[in-house]
């Protein structure tokens, strides 16, 4: 039960109450009054995302009694004489059609003021049915609720961006068959491929419609962890795994199971990543992945990730001229690069004396090599040498198992053809495979 703010003035003595308010009798002794009001209800109606604030204000009612009434000394309070003034209470009904966000709708107080003129006849009775109804009328409320629809797609009127679906059926929608919201929409041939929170699908035209076939399962990590071209798009998925998809042509029918995205991986770099942005330089055929903090570069030509700048969110070309976007500067790291663990094909112990590099760049290079003797433990690692002009380095190691680094402090495009390790492998036994036989 809600109480309504009550102040009690005196000379002239006014006694607020609840509405509607019944007066029976003129009270000539102290009395006892009790004001009670029902609750105030309050029925919201809300559709779509919105974010109301209501605020009710009290409803004050007001007696005024005017005369003359006094009593000396005070006369003892007597409980029979005690009256209950009680408020049936009201409904308050505030409706909100459409779209709208942040809006407030504050009630203004009601006040309502009864006053009682002129001499008051003991004993008397005002009225017994002097009710005070006050009704607020808003109109008859309508509600239109629509469901938002994440993960559906529309296509329009052909040369138009009408979406409206007329009897011709050209324009249309449909849902797709994973939950959450769709990302991004990008055309890779004669077909398109839609991104999302939940997966990604492929739609091909059909009629006048389109096919769907879902190809992924998995969301993607975050809502621009996606781009390429007609030709060739990446995706990197929740689990931070990176996935290329390559134009295909148009099958007999679109359910062909060997439209699949090809895994490139590199879960172990990217999982950490927070969220990542993916642009795509058509011109070097270079993919960027960046979130801020951490940034790699992907080429699918030779199926390389390397480090690469933290913050570029948007690549494009026009007329053979590329054009970059990012917050703040772009700062390229230093380039350097690992290759996997070799061991020669023994597990002999060796000891390297020289590398040789296949490479054509200016400026200086660096190598150095990790190696270890037992594979339980971890590489160490030698000092950085510098790579001379012809391309050999004189780097003795020892171990059994190997890794090759190389770097480069300033930023130049360079492609390295090979890498050649001479060295020797100790205690080493060639038996021809075919003796015993």
């Given at each position: 039960?809600?109480?309504f703010?009550?102040?009690?003035?005196?000379?002239?003595?006014?006694?607020?109450?609840?509405?509607?308010?019944?007066l029976?009798?003129?009270i000539?002794?102290?009395?006892?009054?009790?004001?009670?009001?029902?609750p105030?209800?309050i029925?919201?109606?809300?559709?779509?995302?919105?974010n109301?604030?209501?605020i009710?204000?009290?409803i004050?009612?007001?007696?005024?009694q005017?005369?003359?009434i006094?009593?000396?000394?005070?006369?003892?309070?007597?409980?029979?004489?005690?009256?209950?003034?009680?408020?049936?209470g009201?409904?308050?009904l505030?409706?909100i059609?459409?779209?709208?966000?942040?809006?407030?709708?504050?009630?203004?107080?009601?006040?309502?003021t009864?006053?009682?003129?002129?001499?008051?006849?003991?004993g008397?009775?005002?009225?017994?049915?002097?009710?005070?109804?006050?009704?607020?009328?808003?109109g008859?409320p309508?509600?239109?609720?629509?469901?938002?629809?994440k993960?559906?797609?529309?296509?329009?009127?052909i040369?138009?961006l009408?979406?409206?679906?007329w009897k011709?059926?050209?324009?249309?929608?449909r849902?797709?068959?994973?939950n959450?919201?769709?990302?991004?929409?990008?055309?890779?041939?004669?077909?398109?491929?839609?991104?999302?929170?939940?997966?990604?699908?492929?739609?091909?035209?059909?009629?006048?419609?389109?096919?769907?076939?879902s190809?992924?399962?998995?969301g993607l990590?975050?809502?621009?962890?996606?781009?390429?071209d007609?030709?060739?798009?990446?995706?990197?998925?929740?689990?931070?795994?990176?996935?290329?998809i390559?134009?295909?042509?148009?099958k007999?029918s679109?359910f062909?199971?060997?439209?699949?995205?090809?895994?490139?991986?590199?879960?172990?770099?990217?999982?950490?990543?927070g969220?990542?942005?993916?642009?795509w330089d058509?011109?070097?055929?270079?993919?960027?992945?960046?979130?801020?903090?951490?940034?790699?570069v992907?080429s699918?030509?030779?199926k390389?990730?390397?480090?690469?700048p933290?913050?570029?969110?948007?690549?494009?070309?026009?007329?053979?001229?590329?054009?970059?976007?990012?917050?703040?500067?772009?700062?390229?790291?230093?380039f350097?690069?690992?290759?996997?663990?070799?061991?020669?094909?023994?597990?002999?112990?060796?000891t390297i004396?020289?590398?040789?590099?296949?490479i054509?760049v200016?400026?200086d290079l660096?190598?150095t090599?990790?190696y270890?003797l037992?594979?339980?433990?971890?590489?160490?690692?030698l000092?950085?040498?510098?790579?001379?002009?012809?391309?050999?380095?004189n780097?003795?190691?020892?171990?059994?198992?190997?890794?090759?680094?190389v770097?480069?402090?300033?930023?130049?495009?360079f492609?390295?053809?090979?890498?050649?390790?001479?060295?020797i492998?100790h205690?080493?036994?060639?038996?021809?495979?075919?003796?015993?036989?």
């Amino acid at each position: 039960m809600s109480i309504f703010p009550i102040t009690v003035y005196e000379a002239p003595r006014r006694v607020p109450a609840a509405y509607p308010l019944a007066l029976s009798r003129i009270i000539t002794s102290i009395v006892n009054v009790d004001i009670i009001a029902e609750p105030i209800t309050i029925t919201i109606n809300q559709s779509g995302s919105i974010n109301i604030e209501f605020i009710v204000e009290p409803i004050t009612i007001t007696i005024n009694q005017r005369g003359n009434i006094t009593h000396y000394p005070p006369a003892l309070i007597n409980p029979a004489l005690d009256q209950d003034i009680k408020g049936t209470g009201f409904d308050t009904l505030i409706t909100i059609s459409g779209s709208w966000l942040n809006v407030n709708r504050d009630a203004n107080p009601i006040e309502v003021t009864l006053s009682v003129l002129g001499n008051i006849i003991i004993g008397k009775l005002l009225s017994s049915t002097a009710l005070l109804t006050l009704t607020l009328d808003m109109g008859d409320p309508e509600i239109v609720t629509i469901e938002t629809r994440k993960n559906w797609v529309k296509w329009s009127n052909i040369g138009n961006l009408d979406f409206t679906i007329w009897k011709d059926n050209i324009a249309g929608e449909r849902p797709l068959d994973w939950n959450g919201w769709v990302y991004g929409i990008k055309k890779l041939g004669n077909k398109v491929i839609v991104y999302g929170e939940g997966g990604v699908s492929m739609l091909a035209p059909s009629s006048n419609t389109f096919g769907l076939l879902s190809i992924y399962k998995i969301g993607l990590k975050s809502r621009q962890s996606f781009d390429g071209d007609d030709k060739i798009q990446f995706f990197v998925d929740a689990i931070g795994k990176l996935y290329s998809i390559g134009e295909i042509a148009m099958k007999s029918s679109l359910f062909e199971s060997s439209i699949t995205p090809v895994e490139l991986d590199y879960s172990e770099y990217l999982n950490s990543m927070g969220r990542i942005v993916l642009s795509w330089d058509a011109l070097n055929r270079l993919l960027y992945i960046c979130d801020g903090v951490l940034g790699y570069v992907y080429s699918p030509e030779n199926k390389s990730l390397g480090s690469g700048p933290i913050n570029i969110t948007g690549i494009g070309v026009r007329e053979d001229n590329l054009y970059i976007t990012a917050p703040s500067t772009i700062v390229n790291p230093v380039f350097e690069i690992c290759t996997d663990i070799y061991d020669m094909g023994s597990r002999k112990n060796k000891t390297i004396s020289t590398v040789e590099l296949g490479i054509d760049v200016t400026g200086d290079l660096w190598i150095t090599l990790d190696y270890r003797l037992d594979k339980a433990v971890a590489f160490k690692t030698l000092s950085w040498h510098k790579v001379s002009p012809n391309g050999v380095t004189n780097i003795p190691c020892y171990g059994v198992e190997f890794r090759v680094r190389v770097k480069k402090t300033t930023f130049t495009y360079f492609e390295l053809d090979y890498i050649r390790v001479n060295g020797i492998i100790h205690n080493y036994t060639f038996q021809y495979p075919y003796i015993g036989r």
